[in-house]
């Protein structure tokens, strides 16, 4: 009987083990890449510790055809549809998390459609609405189609910290004679914080890693966000240039893995607040 | 006695009238704000998010190009009629299915596995839990880059296990009954974390004291996984499992870059058929159409699902 429980802890860490291996290994093999020479990477030899690591493809990444420009697109269009989504979800949540009625029905019910519905539906009309408007081909056009796909997670997420905040606060600021809008921005607004900066982030990472819609809205190479131009050096069959295609892929990764792992306490919350319910 | 309740109703009777007249005047006033707070999230997602819905199922009944000077005529039921035809699709449609319930499924399995490890006390769990996260935050762009890295016939890593081995040198995205599976694999690995990291909150939330009273009733490690801890997570379950299912059978990133539907449209999921139909061939009326029967596809699929778990839940 003594046996058992050692025999099970054993095989707990065999499976978790396992799964280190397979969620980590593709990641440690990306970076591996990144820094291996040409010719370590032409010959047949497979090594995860490069032989003699160089910086090289990070220098060809950076050289590369479009791909600086294309980082600066994808963090200009974040940051833009970023700060468009926290403004206009802090209204939009506190309405969802404060007040009864239609809105708040219709409300939360295009938040669930939101979810449900695919992104095929939308992606034509929104085509066409925004060739109509000369906004394909624009970082203005994705920008404003992140903003939309990006808003019901975000109101989702927002208005669950509204709903933290203790309601007696704000009446305590409306018999002191503050006005609607003096309690949203000098009570309201301050206690939010911690929740607007997880949210930025969340709107932050998926507008910086979506890639349909900037495939399909995007034409001209200097248009390019980074996923767009990443897409365009691997074609289907294979790889051009693998060290400096995961030099450009590594560098990448980066702002969405840091930003993921400052989260990583607040993923936990955030993730159920919108899947679980929704 | 009668006459003693008819007193008193009548005396209740002004009194809730004066004070919902009150109410009511509350309400206007806090609908009025509240409608003056909601106008800036509205705007935007009734431009581009409703009358695009609204759009995008009636160009499905025109025969609507991507590249034309007329505006599309309505053709009826024509292209739902000629997709029904379009054997090419429903073949994308069956490996739309396959894909997406392997993808799900596996990632339900381990998922819940690496989250039962995770809630108990073994070591490296902070690591793991990091280490999870990597493929969520990762742009699925990338992820089929460092995929096409692993898989790479010539000096990937996979490959060279295998051969050490004294196995086969493999192609496995080129593969016609490998390539499939191969991206499944990809599949589960990208969204596994998302499914670990709701099942890891879920099973935080099952109450200690039933595991407990399970224990001392003597019920094994299986047996209180099975009727205490399932049950509190079911929830939680059917939740991801309908939201993962909608968002795999809708992929396309991945899949996109890693074989682009190939080898000879093996891994071509239903998106990427509605890709190439709207934007290389231009026939946009009829992806419009193909999207109209995926989306009607997944709300069937997902209400028979719900209406099962609800019905079951009900008896129980």
């Known amino acids: 009987m003594r046996n058992q429980p050692v025999l099970i802890r054993t095989l707990q860490y065999v499976f978790l083990a396992g799964f280190l291996l397979f969620l980590g290994f593709p990641f440690l093999w990306l970076i591996s890449t990144a820094f291996k020479s040409p010719a370590e990477l032409n010959s047949l030899a497979v090594n995860l510790v490069p032989l003699q690591p160089t910086l090289d493809n990070f220098t060809a990444a950076f050289e590369a055809q479009g791909l600086v420009r294309a980082a600066w697109n994808s963090v200009f269009v974040s940051v833009v549809t970023t700060v468009i989504v926290v403004i206009i979800s802090v209204p939009g949540a506190y309405v969802l998390a404060r007040y009864r009625g239609k809105i708040r029905a219709m409300g939360s019910g295009w938040v669930l459609v939101s979810q449900i519905v695919p992104v095929a539906l939308f992606i034509l009309p929104l085509f066409f609405i925004l060739r109509m408007v000369g906004l394909v081909d624009s970082l203005g056009g994705v920008i404003a189609v992140y903003v939309v796909y990006t808003l019901p997670f975000s109101l989702w997420m927002l208005q669950g910290y509204v709903a933290a905040i203790p309601v007696d606060v704000e009446e305590a600021g409306a018999t002191d004679g503050a006005t609607k809008l003096q309690v949203l921005t000098r009570i309201v607004f301050p206690l939010l914080q911690p929740g607007l900066i997880a949210t930025a982030i969340f709107t932050f990472v998926a507008a910086y890693n979506e890639f349909f819609f900037a495939l399909v809205l995007l034409q001209s190479p200097e248009n390019f966000t980074l996923s767009v131009s990443l897409s365009t050096f691997s074609n289907g069959e294979g790889l051009s240039e693998i060290g400096p295609l995961a030099a450009g892929a590594l560098i990448a990764s980066i702002p969405s893995v840091i930003f993921f792992a400052i989260l990583q306490r607040r993923l936990t919350g955030g993730l159920l607040a919108g899947a679980v319910k929704g | ?316």
Request: charged share 10%; hydrophobic share 55%.
């Open chain 2, 1 to 316: 006695m009668p006459l003693e309740l008819k007193a008193r109703s009548e005396a209740t009777v002004p009194k809730p009238t004066a004070r919902s007249r009150k109410q009511s005047a509350l309400a206007r006033r806090q609908r009025n704000e509240a409608v003056v707070l909601a106008v800036p999230a509205l705007i935007p997602v009734i431009i581009l998010s409703v009358v695009p819905l609204l759009i995008g199922v009636s160009l499905a009944f025109t025969d609507s190009q991507l590249i034309s000077e007329s505006a599309p005529g309505f053709v009826g039921v024509d292209n739902f009629a000629r997709l029904l035809r379009n054997g090419a699709f429903w073949n994308a449609f069956g490996i739309g299915a396959i894909w997406s319930v392997s993808v799900t499924a596996l990632q339900l399995v381990c998922g819940l596995a690496l989250a039962l490890l995770l809630n108990t006390d073994l070591r490296f769990r902070g690591v793991t839990r990091l280490l999870a996260i990597i493929p969520w935050a990762m742009p699925p762009v990338v992820v089929a880059i460092m995929w096409q890295m692993i898989y790479s016939p010539t000096n990937g890593p996979l490959n060279w296990f295998i051969t050490s081995l004294g196995g086969p040198r493999i192609n496995w995205l080129g593969d016609f009954s490998l390539a499939l599976p191969a991206v499944i694999l990809v599949g589960v690995w990208a969204g596994m974390p998302q499914n670990t990291i709701s099942y890891l909150a879920g099973l935080q939330q099952v109450p200690v004291e039933l595991l407990e009273a399970a224990r001392v009733d003597g019920a094994g490690a299986w047996s209180r996984f099975v009727h205490v801890t399932l049950p509190a997570l079911k929830p939680t379950i059917i939740s991801i499992v309908s939201l993962s299912f909608i968002w795999n059978f809708n992929s396309f990133g991945i899949i996109y870059v890693l074989t682009a539907g190939g080898p000879g449209g093996k891994t071509l999921l239903p998106m990427l058929f509605v890709y190439i139909e709207a934007f290389r061939n231009g026939n946009t009326g009829m992806a419009a159409a193909m999207t109209d029967v995926i989306v009607v596809f997944l709300v069937i699929v997902l209400s028979a699902f719900l209406l099962r778990n609800f019905r079951k839940g009900v008896q129980a």
